[in-house]
DNA sequence: ATCATTCTGTGTATAAATTACACAGAAAAA
DNA sequence: TTTTTCTGTGTAATTTATACACAGAATGAT
């Protein structure tokens, strides 16, 4: 029986069906110091030894891809559930020189001071890059971070995205600046706060923000 | 040395790392008789015997996924190279009763008048489905279709998308029944035009196309 | 050939959404 | 206490989206 007569899904009864190593690849987001950052890991092997890629890693056996993001991205950074958003998956054959990979990447927001970062395994460095000082990346990592910022944005239009960017209490300041830093545009900040109070998914607090002038009032999500 | 261990990528230098199958399935799109269609087949083997489905098929060896789409679908269907866009990666590790099998999934349109389709492989009979008269799908198909779907109106409010959708000359009339097909709502006549003109992406031929009242201009894509 | 029918092609008025824009008040810093 | 800097707010202008009706062209019926 040849692969090539294969109807949807009959892998499960074929002998000679082709496996295929899958991979997970994350663009993880953060906030800090009023900008955008994205980490990223040096490698310390070859290929592509001592340059910088998006954190990753293969696919387990049992593992659902989600669970394989939850995996890697615990091991890097402590943190135990991220939520993240699959982006999309590469499949050109010659994406890693030496094996066939097939990857899926996401994207993962979350708040880098919560999570101090640990070099592991094949990795020498780990760091929190803002995105106008980005090194070239290895294997075809240039094109995923790209591919996973557009689709942020993209979401950030429709829907109000924050994940754990933001600490559970925040000004409307810092949202705008969230959002400005992300979409890389200024916002008006009468027309901002519009928007987003008519959202209706936001509630003031009764705290304000102490250590900055105007005494900004906090809010959070409802 | 541990898959856990592994870091991205590094696939290529490990020895027990995880390979598993990768299938590609098709919401394949039609549009015939004013409405839109779903190419569905039926599969003649256990699991799933019976069922209606996406066509689909395993990723062989050295091919990408875009490749795999195009064998799959001219074997289905004799279109040489049908343009498709990547919807989604689903890898529920219980997707497939039998096997694990991680997919990939994409829509596609075509003029279903411009190829006939033949049943082959495990598949039994293939069919083009109204949108209303769907049969219950086998695997998690149903939920592909629904992910498809909506991949395809969200691309159509975005940018004008027709793919093979319609014959090179068309008219206005025509188009609007296209997108309120997959719309599923009505469109004003005007509006939608002066929608459509202004973006600036068709002309007018000098033909009319006749048959029909009224001798509405034909249009071609700039 | 004429008439009735049905579809095409067009513009304007209204409503809704987006954008532009300035000043008074609160907290911090001098 | 004064100055500085940030917050918080409303309205007018513009743009975009929506609602809506009638004359002309081709077809089909007689």
């Not at 294969?6 to 993880?28: F, K, N, Q, R």
């Not at 939850?70 to 982006?87: C, P, S």
């Not at 927001?109 to 094949?122: A, D, G, H, T, W």
């Not at 460095?125 to 990592?141: R, S, T």
Request: with cysteine; net charge negative.
């Amino acid at each position: 029986m040849s692969v090539e007569k294969l109807g949807p899904l009959d892998t499960a009864v074929s002998v000679d069906s082709y496996e295929c190593t899958i991979a997970v690849e994350c663009c993880v987001f953060g906030f800090q110091e009023n900008e955008l950052k994205i980490l990223l890991v040096k490698r310390s092997i070859e290929p592509f030894k001592n340059y910088w890629l998006l954190p990753g890693g293969a696919m387990m056996e049992g593992e659902t891809l989600s669970q394989s993001v939850n995996r890697v991205l615990n091991d890097l950074t402590g943190i135990e559930k991220i939520t993240h958003e699959q982006v999309a998956c590469y499949s050109e054959v010659d994406r890693h020189p030496i094996k066939r990979v097939v990857s899926v990447s996401f994207y993962a927001l979350v708040k880098p001071e919560n999570y101090p970062v640990i070099p592991k395994s094949y990795i020498s460095d780990v760091k929190w890059y803002g995105l106008d000082e980005l090194p070239k990346l290895g294997f075809d990592h240039d094109r995923l971070l790209h591919d996973g910022l557009e689709k942020l944005r993209g979401n950030l239009r429709e829907h109000l995205v924050f994940g754990e960017l933001l600490s559970d209490r925040f000004t409307l300041t810092e949202l705008q600046e969230l959002y400005e830093s992300i979409l890389n545009e200024t916002l008006d900040r009468r027309n901002f706060r519009k928007k987003i109070l008519q959202m209706n998914i936001l509630e003031p607090t009764d705290e304000k923000k102490t250590g900055v002038k105007g005494g900004p009032v906090l809010y959070k999500r409802k």
